[in-house]
């Protein structure tokens, strides 16, 4: 049963946005219409100040080293910025549910989409999946979609990489 579809997605925007923090209010607009957001207003500079605010709020989740922590600080982004849920058919595009109210900015919009997103992610794949590269050097956020909950890395060439640097200090040592 697929009951929402605001999980994964929300989750892997919110990455994106993180990891490539948009520079203008038109790039902000390109990006969310890219993941496939209605823009119901045109995107303001202070839509793009909200989002880069929301952002590092949620870096905090993605930064947590203890699940209570990181429950604690998904609550209080919900808090703040979701509204009750209710059925939307906005865009003639479905009927669906928006967990904010209507009429709102791109920066509270995505605030309330980042926020009940990633509680969805956390609780229906395990607090565990959302993280940053492995590899040290690397800083990537990424939400652990697989199949196992056992990734560590942001892409394949991170892994790679750390595979041969492993390899290579085996070498080393032995």
């Known amino acids: ?14 990455a994106a946005l993180a990891n490539r923090r948009p520079e203008t209010a038109g790039e902000l607009a390109e990006r969310c219409r890219a993941a496939g957001l209605v823009l119901e207003h045109p995107v303001t500079a202070q839509d793009l100040d909200r989002v880069h605010a ?31 849920p209710r059925l939307t058919d906005h865009a003639g595009s479905g009927w669906h549910l928006h967990y904010r109210d209507d009429r709102q900015t ?32 690397c800083a ?11 990734q560590r890395y942001c892409s394949q060439r991170c892994a790679n990489r750390d595979a041969v640097r492993r390899h290579r200090a085996s070498r080393a040592a032995g």
């Open 1 to 14: 049963m697929h009951l929402n579809p605001y999980g994964e997605d929300a989750v892997n925007l919110a």
């Open 54 to 84: 929301v952002l590092d709020a949620w870096e905090k989740v993605v930064d947590a080293t203890d699940e209570h922590e990181r429950a604690g600080l998904v609550n209080r982004m919900l808090a703040e910025s979701a509204a009750y």
């Open 106 to 137: 791109l920066g509270s919009v995505l605030f309330a989409l980042i926020s009940v997103g990633t509680a969805l992610h956390l609780v229906g794949r395990g607090m565990h999946r959302l993280r940053r590269c492995a590899v040290n050097e």
């Open 140 to 150: 990537t956020i990424f939400a652990d979609t697989s199949r196992t909950g056992r």
